[in-house]
T-cell receptor, first 115, second 110 residues
Framework: EPEVTQTPSHQVTQMGQEVILRCVPI?????FYWYRQILGQKVEFLVS????????KSEIFDDQFSVERPDGSNFTLKIRSTKLEDSAMYFC?????????????FGEGSWLTVV | SQQGEEDPQALSIQEGENATMNCSYK?????LQWYRQNSGRGLVHLIL?????REKHSGRLRVTLDTSKKSSSLLITASRAADTASYFC??????????FGPGTRLSVLP
């Protein structure tokens, strides 16, 4: 079964540093998402992306965050000037269109630890 | 907010027993999906149920949806130790993105 892949699986970074989390969505999917889960808490929506632009973003997704689809396969989340409270698991997800388009498939996540 | 809320927050049962988890939401939805998350791992899609459906089955999983009560239940029959995980419902309303509930932590004791 096709899957969403994310790298790195775990990253430790110094506070104030920039981090880029990478995702390869399922091929032929057109909708892409980033979600965040702080340890022990619920999964929170960050941003959705379609047709090479952000379609929706939450209040969490402020100017510190940005997303990009630099080529036909990758979808990245950049976090500038990381803060301690950015420590979380970041999930990438994608979905297709048509009848199969309702299901959103998630990657295994990238653990970000800001120290 | 359309946010789903699961209950119970935590559930502990013996292997072989059935586990029932509930999810309630606030607004009209397009569909509701259940996911499983093993500790520190990704979200695994279990079942999608559309707003015009009332019940779906997948193996040992049974999901019901009652749109009049804005609630859904996930039943895992004949539970196994490997079913130990957190279970989340996620709702999607028309024109809006997926919103997850806080989840139910299920522990299946051997």
């Amino acid at each position: 079964e096709p899957e969403v892949t994310q790298t790195p699986s775990h990253q430790v970074t110094q506070m104030g540093q920039e981090v880029i989390l990478r995702c390869v969505p399922i091929s032929n999917h057109l909708y892409f998402y980033w979600y965040r889960q702080i340890l022990g808490q619920k999964v929170e929506f960050l941003v959705s992306f379609y047709n090479n632009e952000i379609s929706e973003k939450s209040e969490i997704f402020d100017d510190q965050f940005s997303v990009e689809r630099p080529d036909g396969s990758n979808f990245t989340l950049k976090i500038r000037s990381t803060k301690l409270e950015d420590s979380a698991m970041y999930f990438c997800a994608s979905r297709g269109t048509g009848v199969s388009g309702n299901t959103i498939y998630f990657g295994e996540g990238s653990w970000l630890t800001v120290v | 907010s359309q946010q789903g809320e699961e209950d119970p927050q935590a559930l502990s049962i013996q292997e072989g027993e059935n586990a029932t988890m509930n999810c309630s939401y606030k607004t009209s939805i397009n569909n509701l999906q259940w996911y499983r998350q093993n500790s520190g791992r990704g979200l695994v899609h279990l079942i999608l149920i559309r707003s015009n459906e009332r019940e779906k089955h997948s193996g040992r999983l049974r999901v019901t949806l009652d749109t009049s009560k804005k609630s859904s239940s996930l039943l895992i029959t004949a539970s196994r130790a490997a079913d130990t995980a957190s279970y989340f419902c996620a709702t999607e309303a028309y024109g809006q993105n997926f919103v997850f509930g806080p989840g139910t932590r299920l522990s299946v004791l051997p």
